[in-house]
């Protein structure tokens, strides 16, 4: 089966410790994506990469840290110096074709919380 | 700055009836609009979209509709049903990946 696979589904980490949170893909898409959701607001775009060694930052990329190792492997790290971790984390991917994309396609989410 | 917005939080209609979910937009460079069905504790998925050179585009019971003059689109569920009771969120792109914008989602809730 093609997809996206987030883990862990839950993750509890204590203040101050920084935490790589797993997104994987086997659709072959070129371009993945790091968003975060928080209540009652939209999804807000951490990072994203277009090919392997190559990423950008979003909206919200401070205290934030990612790679592009392996097409198919876009790891996050919450650092320390991410002043309000807790949320809820969704990996996506989609095709990537000149400056054009297509629809994304979500990971199941990681719900990160930090005390 | 919210870029997509999703003024109703919460939708409640009956099953077999019309469900009608609502986004307003600002920035005039977009020009692909989706939206996008979330379940607890699911990543949301793809529904539908339509370019900004249509003003209409349908797939089975779902239509979305763009009125790009008034910088609106909403989507039409008929019949709704209750599985379609979950969360949608609105996006929108000029076409390159970091200026995908969702709304904050509408709750749907389709009672039998």
Not at chain 2, 1 to 24: A, F, H, M, T, Y
Request: glycine share 8%; net charge neutral; aromatic share 12%.
């Amino acid at each position: 089966d093609g997809g996206i696979t987030q883990s862990p589904k839950y993750l509890f980490r204590k203040e101050g410790q920084n935490v790589t949170l797993s997104c994987e893909q086997n659709l072959n898409h070129d371009a993945m994506y790091w968003y975060r959701q928080d209540p009652g607001q939209g999804l807000r775009l951490i990072y994203y990469s277009q090919i392997v060694n190559d990423f950008q930052k979003g909206d919200i990329a401070e205290g934030y840290s990612v790679s592009r190792e392996k097409k198919e492997s876009f790891p996050l790290t919450v650092t320390s110096a991410q002043k309000n971790p807790t949320a809820f984390y969704l990996c996506a991917s989609s095709q990537w074709i000149g400056t054009a994309t297509y629809e994304q396609y979500f990971g199941p989410g990681t719900r990160l919380t930090v005390t | 700055d919210q870029q997509v917005k999703q003024n109703s939080p919460s939708l409640s209609v009956q099953e077999g009836r019309i469900s009608i979910l609502n986004c307003d937009y600002t920035n005039s460079m977009f020009d692909y609009f989706l939206w996008y069905k979330k379940y607890p504790a699911e990543g949301p998925t793809f529904l539908i979209s339509i370019s900004s050179i249509k003003d209409k585009n349908e797939d089975g019971r779902f239509t979305v509709f763009l009125n790009k003059s008034a910088k609106h689109l909403s989507l039409h569920i008929v019949p709704s049903q209750p599985g379609d009771s979950a969360v949608y969120f609105c996006a929108a792109s000029n076409g390159e990946g970091n200026d995908m914008r969702f709304g904050a989602g509408t709750r749907l809730t389709v009672k039998p």
